[in-house]
């Protein structure tokens, strides 16, 4: 079956545009992750959609970061006036339901850079 | 708030031999422990999960971890490496996965 798919798979931009990261979870998963990992470091949590609820907004590192969730399906991840400290890669996870013992399931991510 | 450490950056073993990851973590309550393993340009894939029940947990690939309260760990272990089991291991605790800093293992033929 189809995994978590993620586009586009590499962003290269120039600082102070805005890019959209896209984000189709599993089919049948209410719950959707954003992470960000940057080189040589650890994913740092972003934000946390559970279906109808109101999204866990925060990992958000500032206020030009947003993200959406349309029909409790595709999202999208919006940074806006972008920096070069937001190159990173930026990932994606879905899980069958947002309780703590479901494992996360991950797309293989979006390579943003920003020149 | 909680926190999952790994305190080594790098594990290098021969090919066959024993291979443990280390893993320590900080959590309030009954802690949801998770390892991941990634690969060069992939996201993260599940290796095993401890929610309650036996400390021995096993999972894809024959590894296993086990989960020690007392010494707040949940280190990764196999009996018998293999080359292909190269690549970058993540400890994390749930819910918003708290991620250790992950662990390059490498493992020599």
């Known amino acids: 079956g189809a995994g978590v798919s993620q586009s586009p798979s590499n962003k290269v931009t120039e600082k102070g545009k805005d890019v959209e990261l896209r984000c189709d979870p599993i089919?049948?998963?209410?719950?959707l992750y954003w992470y960000r990992q940057s080189l040589g470091q650890g994913l740092e949590f972003l934000i946390y959609?559970?279906?109808?609820?109101?999204?866990?907004k925060s990992g958000l590192p500032s206020d030009r970061f947003s993200a959406e969730r349309t029909g409790g399906s595709v999202s999208t991840l919006t940074i806006q006036r972008t920096q070069q400290e937001d190159s990173a890669v930026y990932l994606c996870?879905?899980?069958?339901?947002?309780?703590?013992?479901?494992?996360?399931?991950f797309g293989d991510g979006t390579r943003l850079s920003i020149l | 708030a909680q926190s999952v450490a790994q305190p080594e950056d790098q594990v290098k073993v021969a090919e066959g031999n024993p291979l443990t990851v280390k893993c320590t973590y900080s959590?309030?309550?009954?802690?949801?422990l998770f390892w991941y393993v990634q690969y060069p340009n992939r996201g993260l894939q599940f290796l095993l999960k401890?929610?309650?029940?036996?400390?021995l947990v096993k999972g894809s690939y024959g590894f296993e971890a086990e989960f020690n309260k007392s010494q707040t760990s949940f280190h990764l272990k196999k009996p018998s490496a293999l080359v292909s089991d190269s690549a970058l291991y993540f400890c994390?605790?749930?819910?918003?996965?708290?991620f250790g800093s992950g662990t390059q293992l490498t493992v020599l033929p």
């Open positions: 994390a605790a749930a819910r918003q996965l708290t």
């Open positions: 089919s049948g998963h209410t719950a």
């Open positions: 996870a879905s899980s069958l339901a947002g309780t703590d013992n479901q494992p996360q399931h």
């Open positions: 959590v309030s309550g009954n802690p949801y």
């Open positions: 959609f559970q279906g109808n609820s109101a999204p866990d």
């Open positions: 401890y929610i309650t029940g036996d400390n």
